[in-house]
């Protein structure tokens, strides 16, 4: 990557759920850019693991425990931070099950933290950017916005909702100097989709791991690192003619997978 582009010197950083996964990824090529980066995650291990990692590269991060669910968590850790000039919604849990045998339970716990978590970000971090004179959104979508999906009711409308939500952020704060786009991935290998796996299909590892590979056109699973790299782009002053967005990065999932 030419040094040169994608700079995010002298700006502020959030990332929620930055300490696994995709949000580990772009939590570090962040930092590696510039970024002084925030990271927001209930699982404060795995945020100090992440911020060590990009201190001990000489990148600047701090960790914030909080559970993005509580408007009020929320808001008295983004007003502490005070300074936001990229908010990533990323933070997200996945369920599985249909229309007919989600329980009321899972449902709300899935709303509560892929939508009211989204919310309560942006409700928190929007009026920080405006006093500021703008900043950029992105959220983290997936192809269960685009394309149906077995056995992904509750899922697929929350991301269904950060589809919608990214389009109506981009539209009211247009004048505000403030971006937002959304970024829809298809199935990335993570220490999640691995224990998805172990747990589900015991025994049977390497074959379901093949089988959803394959379920890609391109035929692997995508690298935490490539949906990063979309995120600083779309993150950077670079992107500056882009609002209202939504981006898959996918191996041709939506578009190939018929």
Do not use: W
Not at 62 to 88: E, G, M, P, R, W
Not at 101 to 118: H, L, P, Q, W
């Amino acid at each position: 990557m030419n040094q040169q582009m994608f700079q995010l010197n002298n700006k502020s950083a959030i990332i929620t759920g930055g300490g696994s996964g995709i949000g580990r990824a772009m939590s570090i090529l962040f930092a590696k850019q510039g970024a002084e980066v925030h990271i927001i995650e209930l699982n404060a291990e795995a945020a100090t693991d992440t911020v060590n990692e990009i201190t001990a590269a000489g990148g600047k991060a701090v960790a914030h425990t909080c559970d993005v669910s509580k408007q009020q968590q929320v808001v008295d850790v983004f007003d502490a931070i005070s300074k936001i000039d990229i908010l990533v919604n990323n933070a997200g849990i996945a369920h599985i099950g249909r229309a007919d045998n989600t329980s009321e339970a899972d449902f709300d716990r899935i709303y509560n933290v892929n939508i009211k978590g989204v919310y309560n970000c942006l409700f928190a971090a929007i009026p920080l950017m405006k006093a500021r004179g703008g900043g950029v959104i992105l959220n983290t979508a997936s192809v269960a916005a685009h394309v149906g999906i077995t056995d992904r009711f509750a899922y697929s409308t929350s991301k269904g909702a950060i589809h919608a939500m990214t389009l109506s952020v981009a539209r009211d704060y247009l004048h505000d100097g403030i971006r937002c786009n959304s970024i829809s991935p298809a199935r990335v290998h993570t220490p999640f989709v691995d224990g998805f796996i172990a747990k589900n299909y015991a025994g049977k590892e390497e074959e379901i791991f093949e089988k959803l590979s394959k379920s890609q056109p391109i035929g692997r699973m995508g690298q935490p690192e490539e949906v990063a790299a979309l995120a600083l782009y779309l993150c950077s002053d670079e992107a500056g003619f882009i609002t209202g967005s939504d981006y898959p990065v996918d191996g041709g999932f939506i578009t190939l997978n018929n």
